[in-house]
């Protein structure tokens, strides 16, 4: 209990800083249903486009308050776009029905090397974990996917990991971003 009151209060003092220095980039939608990762990063292109047509996409992900489902949806997408241009960033996020946009100064970390039409079939991702595992999917635990760049090359992969009660377990999963195929699967 005291570390939720304390999660609470750091929340109430961090979120308000943030919300400072970002600027709200589209009008915010509410009810909005949990999307599929390729419907998501569809309509969150064509807003980071028309926001800035310079736009990279630096890093997709979804949280554990929106895991990965087996028809490839989350209720919780976080996605983030650099602008080389102005040397901003922006976020593009769903959770609870809402779908925001906010912007800041900042840059986009390590870009990953994503082709044009890069993989993104959240449905295949959720067999891959459910495949490649251990059986944690049949146990409660849920699918968390995020995209990464390696450090010397940018080469992008899809990072699997799994999740229940807010501890991590199980092997990690990395996947060719641009082709889908199983690069390696990591266990502890």
Sequence with gaps: MKRSVLAVSCL???VPAAAALAQQACPMEMNVPAMTLGDMYTKAEAKAKAWKPDVVLSRITNTS??????????????????????????TISTFRGMFNCYAMDGDGGRLPDLKPGFFRDGAKLYAIAKAK???????????????????????????????KD????????????????VEKVITN
């Design 65 to 90: 308050m929106g895991p990965l489902d087996e028809k490839g949806r989350s209720e919780a997408w976080n996605i983030d776009f650099y602008s080389p241009s102005t040397k901003q960033l922006l």
């Design 166 to 181: 807010n501890a991590n377990a199980g092997p990690l999963i990395l996947v060719d971003a641009n082709t889908g195929a």
């Design 12 to 14: 109430a003092v961090v």
């Design 133 to 163: 595992g251990g059986g944690l999917v049949e146990k409660g635990f849920q699918i968390m996917v995020g995209t990464a760049a390696a450090p010397e090359t940018r080469h992008a992969t899809w990072n699997i990991s799994f999740s």
